[in-house]
């Protein structure tokens, strides 16, 4: 899987939109981006994923540059119950592909 | 629908003595399984991956071991606990053509 940059840690105001990027520079033209997030002593959460297109579903948007070589998480509208780490990774869809790595994520603390 | 169940939810356990952590996915078949351990403050270590009963993929050579009996079974073990075995122990499937991971609520381990 290619690798992911994502900052450590991020604030952001409650009711305002937070935006948490990701960089994966190496990311190949069958590999997906996927983001899942974290909220303390829990298992991680499925948010979204794309490939090419912008996605948006009920909980966030995914914006992915043209390139593909990073991306951006959109919360429109941050809760207090947001605060979570948030983890950018990439995978291909089938194949042989079955590892799925995590790196450190970034922390999102949204303040009141 | 699909649930994934991994108990126990918590487990102290002194240092030399064994270590049984089984996890169960149910309404779905042939999944691919996957372990993870979280240490305090760390981020997603995967351990082992399973794409069939009996196949078992290392990632991180440990005194740990995993099997799958079943296929919605997966249990990870250890024959003797080390102080540094303790962690957030979390299971993960997805489904065949699936491109999400689902994650169960985790087993937070002590060894004292």
């Given at each position: 899987d290619a690798k992911t940059t994502q900052p450590t840690s991020m604030d952001c105001a409650e009711g305002r939109a937070a935006n948490l990027p990701c960089n994966h520079s190496t990311i190949s033209g069958n590999e997906y981006v996927y983001w899942y997030r974290q909220i303390h002593s829990q298992g991680p959460q499925y948010i979204i994923h794309g490939l090419k297109n912008n996605e948006t579903n009920e909980m966030a948007s995914l914006i992915i540059t043209e390139d593909r070589k990073s991306s951006t998480l959109i919360l429109p509208h941050a809760t207090l119950r947001d605060t979570a780490v948030y983890y950018c990774i990439v995978r291909s869809s089938g194949g042989s592909n079955y590892k799925l790595t995590f790196g450190k994520g970034t922390l999102l603390t949204v303040n009141p | 629908s699909q649930t994934i169940h991994q108990w126990p939810a918590t487990l102290v356990q002194p240092v030399g003595s064994p270590l049984s952590l089984e996890c169960t996915v149910e309404g779905t078949s042939n999944p691919n399984l996957y372990w993870y351990r979280q240490a305090a403050g760390r981020g997603l270590q995967l351990l082992f991956y399973s794409v069939g009963i009996g196949q078992i993929s290392s990632e991180v050579p440990q005194n740990l071991s995993a099997?799958?009996?079943?296929?919605?079974?997966?249990?990870?073990?250890?024959?003797?606990?080390?102080?540094?075995?303790?962690?957030?122990?979390?299971?993960?499937?997805?489904?065949?053509?699936?491109?999400?991971?689902?994650?169960?609520?985790?087993?937070?381990?002590?060894?004292?």
């Amino acid at each position: 899987d290619a690798k992911t940059t994502q900052p450590t840690s991020m604030d952001c105001a409650e009711g305002r939109a937070a935006n948490l990027p990701c960089n994966h520079s190496t990311i190949s033209g069958n590999e997906y981006v996927y983001w899942y997030r974290q909220i303390h002593s829990q298992g991680p959460q499925y948010i979204i994923h794309g490939l090419k297109n912008n996605e948006t579903n009920e909980m966030a948007s995914l914006i992915i540059t043209e390139d593909r070589k990073s991306s951006t998480l959109i919360l429109p509208h941050a809760t207090l119950r947001d605060t979570a780490v948030y983890y950018c990774i990439v995978r291909s869809s089938g194949g042989s592909n079955y590892k799925l790595t995590f790196g450190k994520g970034t922390l999102l603390t949204v303040n009141p | 629908s699909q649930t994934i169940h991994q108990w126990p939810a918590t487990l102290v356990q002194p240092v030399g003595s064994p270590l049984s952590l089984e996890c169960t996915v149910e309404g779905t078949s042939n999944p691919n399984l996957y372990w993870y351990r979280q240490a305090a403050g760390r981020g997603l270590q995967l351990l082992f991956y399973s794409v069939g009963i009996g196949q078992i993929s290392s990632e991180v050579p440990q005194n740990l071991s995993a099997s799958r009996p079943q296929d919605r079974q997966f249990i990870l073990s250890s024959k003797k606990l080390l102080l540094s075995d303790s962690g957030f122990y979390l299971c993960a499937w997805i489904g065949q053509g699936g491109l999400s991971l689902h994650f169960g609520n985790g087993t937070r381990l002590t060894v004292t």
